[in-house]
């Protein structure tokens, strides 16, 4: 047995094999109960095209799954890497049916069929050496920074799903007089690229090659003498970044934005110790910086003599406090009015989230995974994933609602999801032509701000007569309305104050100004897989 399985208490293991497996959806429940029955935890995703896993537990628990899954004759030749902790890497297992094991988003890509030929790391210098050969790192840019092989060609991309765009137009893969080039492809573990060159081998290139366990095995293989390999490679863990040998590297982390300081960041004007980095020094204002710089201050004092920063390990208890090991996943967009009501009933039911706030042109490939379609709200939660604005504010009323949102009549319940359903079908669209006319071709969005007014009418007759919309007190339809009133509101502040709507007036100043509002509009920076955790509500 490895030494370090008797020095550390959990085995963690990574596989990932595409291999059909049209039987997937029936694979699920005894696999789930077989890790459950050894008190292994993690994550294994289930598609026709594969299966890709994560998984942690005890060493003989962990290759007792390993066992099982190889009792398939398809899963046989199943390979892992593994690496060891003192704390579980996770709290609960989970078995997830997908579309993709990695998301492309691109129908008919089959790695079992498809995919490249294999290069093992002791012969891929040899390949990539040769100048008939283009050389692509598929992984994303952020990544692709920090280190790469040398002449290797960077799509800059942002997420994998944005590779084949990028193949379209590529001017290094077009044709030399009529012949395609030889390609060869690289990423992380070996999964990307294996759909990667599937893909291409969709364009018409028969002369496709992709590094065999990717770049880990390659710097785990080939002396650093002998590498082709040019500064660290990137890993989602407390590591940042290994070298040759899986060495840990020395790149540091960003204290603000939490991304990897690529090499020569440090030196960059922009660059300031625990206050900003190249990447981030933009997206934070005077006055975060300068409590940043204060912080700083004061962890530079506590070191100096000898103590912990005492804002370090209060934080990290309220977080603590805040934020329990098994909360669920919030991805949102802080101005969309759909996950600005889902983060509002949150916050109503006291229930605590992981808040991912999402740059809406780069979605994170995890949320991606979890919810193709990608839009915002999603809530990731034990055993389901809920994708619609409206079904995460009934789950969290339905779990706690001390404020009585929820109208006990179900009458009065159905009335209120009448007007929000109106809301959603007939204001919604009116509003987005109203903002955004140039989408829809429209010279402005005067007709659509017109069409919008009606039903901002109806609300103005309901609160004439009521406090609220949901009666007497603040409710769900409230909550689930003014986010967008909001947003028609905002778009020509002028022309919507001058309307004759004193009570719908009036009830959307007073949710601009409660604290929920206030609570719920707090700034969070753009996540990227590898942060620390974010509570929401915010501490």
């Not at 990544?143 to 991309?157: L, R």
């Not at 912990?308 to 919030?330: I, M, W």
């Not at 309901?462 to 339809?477: E, P, V």
Request: charged share 25%; glycine share 6%.
């Amino acid at each position: 047995m490895n030494s370090l399985a008797t020095e550390h208490a959990f085995l963690t293991a990574a596989f990932y094999k595409f291999v059909d497996l049209p039987d997937y959806a029936e694979m699920k429940p005894p696999l789930l109960a077989f890790c459950e029955a050894h008190a292994v935890k993690g994550m294994i995703l289930l598609a026709r095209e594969g299966i890709n896993s994560t998984i942690a537990g005890a060493a003989k628990d962990v290759h007792a799954v390993l066992a099982y899954l190889r009792a398939d004759p398809r899963l046989a030749d199943l390979e892992h890497k593994e690496s060891y902790a003192d704390e579980p890497p996770f709290y609960r297992m989970k078995v997830r049916l997908k579309k993709e094991i990695v998301t492309m988003g691109v129908d008919g890509i089959s790695p079992t069929r498809m995919a490249g030929t294999y290069v093992k790391p002791q012969d891929w210098n040899a390949l990539i050496s040769d100048p008939e050969v283009v050389l692509i790192d598929t992984r994303n840019d952020y990544e692709v920074e920090i280190g790469t092989f040398a002449g290797a060609i960077n799509p800059d991309i942002q997420t994998f799903s944005q590779l084949p765009a990028w193949v379209e137009k590529a001017q290094a893969l077009e044709a030399v007089n009529g012949r395609k080039p030889k390609v060869a492809m690289f990423c992380t573990g070996g999964i990307r690229c294996e759909k990667s060159t599937a893909l291409m081998r969709t364009h018409g290139f028969d002369e496709v090659f992709h590094l065999q366990g990717g770049i880990l095995k390659y710097l785990e293989q080939v002396a650093p003498e002998q590498s082709l390999w040019q500064g660290e490679c990137f890993v989602f863990d407390e590591r940042t970044s290994v070298g040759h040998g899986l060495v840990p590297g020395k790149l540091g982390i960003c204290r603000s934005c939490r991304d990897p300081l690529a090499e020569g960041m440090t030196e960059s004007p922009l660059f300031e110790l625990g206050v900003s980095c190249p990447r981030c020094h933009d997206l934070t204002s005077e006055e975060q910086k300068s409590r940043a710089r204060e912080r700083q201050r004061q962890f530079v004092l506590a070191r100096a003599r000898g103590q912990s920063h005492l804002g370090e390990p209060q934080t990290n208890k309220r977080k603590a406090a805040l934020l329990p090991a098994n909360a669920p996943v919030l991805y949102s967009f802080r101005r969309c009015p759909y996950a600005m009501r889902a983060r509002l009933a949150l916050l109503a039911s006291g229930i605590r989230c992981e808040l991912r706030e999402v740059a809406l042109a780069q979605k994170p490939q995890s949320m991606l995974d979890v919810s193709p379609k990608g839009t915002v709200p999603v809530l990731v939660l034990p055993g389901k994933v809920l994708e619609e604005s409206l079904d995460i504010m009934l789950w969290a009323l339905q779990q706690d609602d001390p404020q009585g949102w929820l109208a006990q009549d179900p009458q009065v319940l159905a009335e209120q999801l009448a007007l929000i359903k109106q809301c959603d079908t007939e204001f919604k669209p009116q509003l987005d032509r109203y903002k955004y006319p140039n989408r829809f071709d429209l010279l402005d969005g005067i007709s659509a701000r017109q069409t919008g007014a009606v039903f901002l009418n109806q609300l103005q007759i309901k609160l004439k007569t009521h406090l609220f919309l949901s009666g007497s007190t603040w409710g769900l339809a409230d909550a689930a309305i003014a986010p967008f009133v909001r947003q028609f509101a905002h778009t020509d502040p002028a022309w919507f104050a001058s309307q004759d709507w004193t009570a719908l007036i009036q009830w959307l100043q007073a949710f601009e100004n409660s604290d929920a509002y206030q609570q719920c509009m707090h700034k969070y920076k753009v996540w990227h897989a590898g942060n620390k955790p974010l509570p929401f509500p915010a501490v």
